[in-house]
């Protein structure tokens, strides 16, 4: 077949089989160059962008990179002085049994992408009953499937993004020229060393090479999230809790995982299962957080072992202040004429969206993006709690990462940066602009230095809750971590618990007696909660082995309808463990000692100890039954009478 090469030395046209291996080509352009850098060929499917170097395609043929007959190929290379001989290049690139991978095929991407890569995302139509003039199996322009990225659609159904991976079908070509990614994750920092070797690194030297292009700030045309959908309100309910017991404001990571949404072609929803709260410090108008989160590591992996796997999906936080007037209802903060989202918080969400980027093989790198949601709850118009939820943009990412931006007294303005040429904090600005309609609906170029509106970093989405909730955890009112005086988790709390729902004598399905399947279920849905699987995972009761056994257990979706749903958790020794503790623990309490003889339901949460006070109290009042003498305990006179009032007062004895 016939591979068209475009380099500096100009237009070349090479025979080489299908079956040829990459060597090949690299030695048939050799011979066009003279002083060749020989490790520094590239090779892409267009002018600029999207290289990779030759020596990164060890052992691949032009048929497995996807090059077909007539297809262009860029290559770019760098001069040295002195010459290499065709010989050692083409050794350099002989394919070895061990041929090294390229970054993106050395990931694994979520399941969602997984399955809309194997979707075709063409958007159905029906038959035009004015234009279609075929049979009812016939097909035309007017009765053709739409693409996913199809503009006329979006505007009909007011969706404002395509979904990722609607623009990975659109800007990917359909005859490609090779099997190089399309992406290409942004970058607004000076390259170090600088590509031409020409000058020293920055700060000392800076070029056009090495320095990065001036930058428009524009709405971003795609969203790698669609849809926030929170499994269940009374996860939002519990969150809560906290803000209208205190007043003070509260953080939260959101733990779920990500699904196809059919609202949008070829869109992702985050699912929410439960929102788990970190070390903070609550104040009225804001909050202190400490980042790196410490206990990350340890949530992240209980989240894997659930039935279906979980992760974190975004973050979620309070902005609520009651009204002077009117305490059940709040302040209308966030509004048009103020800001949605205020600088700092646009900043700290960039910050923590590039610290969880999404994995993907369309990106030279493996990474592109981040899928971590913004959740804000703060007051609507009419007062009520609602959520508000966004993404920030890759131009903001790239901003932050760049050290380019910081938050300014307006929370609705973002300020840019000096630039700074010092050794210890050099920060290089390039041009900022953004663009705008102006009074006469034209549309006008600005330089967003010194501030431009934080809106230019925003992305929109969506969020809602299912009709039919069916959430993997049933409950959420064990107490929440790190609330401190509010709500204190403890093991012997646990074990209270356990022993009023039986749970130390609740056997294996398979010996359970009739009748008991309500007992199960109610230990069920006990268990079946995040703090709980949180707190008993850090409580050293449980193995990694019996904690995964656990997570899985409580999060099967057949978990209250399965009699045997239990039984894998009820023979692991870290169950059998903390029914030894829960046994042992459980009061003792003698008849003797109990007033009337008897205990009922009610005195189960009664301690010992006031059965005790009483009994002796009734004792004492025993032996002094021969006297008649009662004191009045507000004056104190000592009544010789049976007469229910005070001689001296007249008050009740």
Not at 187 to 206: D, E, F, L, N, R
Not at 395 to 420: L, N, T, Y
Request: glycine share 6%.
């Amino acid at each position: 077949m016939l591979i068209r090469v475009r380099s500096k030395d100009g237009n070349f046209r090479f025979e080489l089989q299908p079956t040829a291996d990459i060597s090949e080509l690299l030695a048939k352009i050799l011979e066009t160059t003279t002083d060749a850098d020989l490790l520094s060929f590239t090779i892409s499917n267009q002018p600029r962008g999207n290289e990779v170097k030759f020596s990164e395609l060890k052992g691949r043929t032009l048929k497995n990179l996807g090059l077909n007959h007539g297809d262009l190929v860029f290559v770019g290379y760098q001069s040295q002085p002195s010459s290499s001989v065709a010989g050692d290049i083409v050794s350099r690139t002989v394919p070895t049994t061990d041929a090294t991978k390229r970054p993106w095929e050395l990931v694994t991407e979520d399941p969602v992408d997984t399955y809309w890569r194997g979707q075709t995302g063409m958007l159905p139509r029906g038959r035009d009953a004015q234009f279609c003039k075929h049979g009812p199996k016939g097909m035309c322009d007017y009765c053709m499937p739409l693409e996913p990225y199809d503009a006329v659609y979006h505007k009909e159904n007011n969706i404002k993004h395509l979904s990722y991976h609607a623009y990975l079908r659109k800007i990917t070509p359909k005859t490609s020229a090779s099997s190089l990614p399309p992406l290409t994750p942004l970058s607004y920092k000076v390259q170090i060393p600088c590509p031409t070797g020409g000058h020293a690194p920055w700060p000392a030297g800076i070029c056009t090479a090495c320095q990065p292009s001036a930058i428009t700030l524009a709405s971003q045309p795609f969203r790698m999230v669609d849809h926030l959908e929170i499994a269940s309100t009374d996860i939002i309910e519990r969150f809560l809790q906290a803000w209208r017991s205190t007043g003070l404001q509260r953080f939260g990571w959101l733990i779920g995982r990500y699904e196809p949404y059919d609202k949008v072609p070829m869109g992702v929803k985050a699912v929410v299962e439960a929102i788990h709260e970190p070390p903070q410090e609550g104040e009225l108008d804001g909050l202190t957080l400490g980042l790196p989160w410490e206990d990350e590591a340890r949530v992240r992996e209980l989240a894997k072992f659930a039935s279906t796997p979980l992760t974190i999906v975004g973050y979620i936080f309070t902005d609520l202040d009651p009204t002077p007037e009117d305490r059940s209802k709040n302040v209308y903060k966030r509004h048009p004429g103020s800001f949605y989202l205020s600088s700092l918080e646009a900043i700290f969400a960039a910050t923590v969206q590039k610290a969880n980027p999404t994995v993907s093989l369309s990106s030279p790198t493996g990474q592109f993006a981040s899928r971590l949601v913004t959740a804000v709850l703060t007051a609507t118009e009419d007062g009520h709690v609602d959520v508000a939820a966004y993404q920030v943009s890759e131009q903001a990412v790239a901003m932050v990462e760049a050290d380019m931006i910081e938050a300014s007294v307006d929370p609705g303005i973002v300020r840019v940066k000096e630039e700074d040429r010092s050794q210890e904090t050099a920060r290089y600005v390039p041009d900022v602009f953004f663009t705008y309609k102006n009074e006469y609906g034209l549309e006008v170029k600005k330089s967003a230095k010194p501030c431009f509106p934080v809106e230019y970093l925003m992305l929109n989405v969506t969020h809602g809750f299912p009709q039919n909730p069916s959430p993997i955890f049933k409950s959420s009112q064990f107490k929440i971590e790190n609330r401190p005086g509010l709500e204190d988790q403890s093991v012997e709390n646990v074990m209270t618990t356990l022993q009023s729902l039986d749970a130390p004598n609740i056997p294996e399905s398979r010996f359970a007696k009739p009748g008991e399947f309500q007992k199960r279920k109610e230990l069920a849905t006990y268990l079946s909660d995040w703090h709980l699987v949180a707190f008993l995972g850090s409580s050293q009761l449980f193995s990694p082995e019996d904690m995964k056994v656990f997570v899985q257990t409580v999060s099967r979706a057949d978990l209250l309808e399965e009699p045997s749903a239990l039984d894998s958790l009820l023979v692991t020794d870290g169950w059998q463990t903390l029914m030894t503790f829960t046994r042992e623990s459980a009061p003792v309490r003698p008849s003797s000692s109990v007033p009337g003889g008897s205990i009922s339901h009610m005195d189960e949460d009664i301690p010992q100890e006031v059965f005790d006070q009483i009994a002796a109290e009734e004792a004492s009042r025993g032996d002094a039954g021969g006297s008649s003498l009662r004191v009045c305990p507000h004056c104190t006179f000592a009544n010789e009478h049976s007469r229910p009032d005070c001689d001296v007062c007249g008050l009740p004895l």
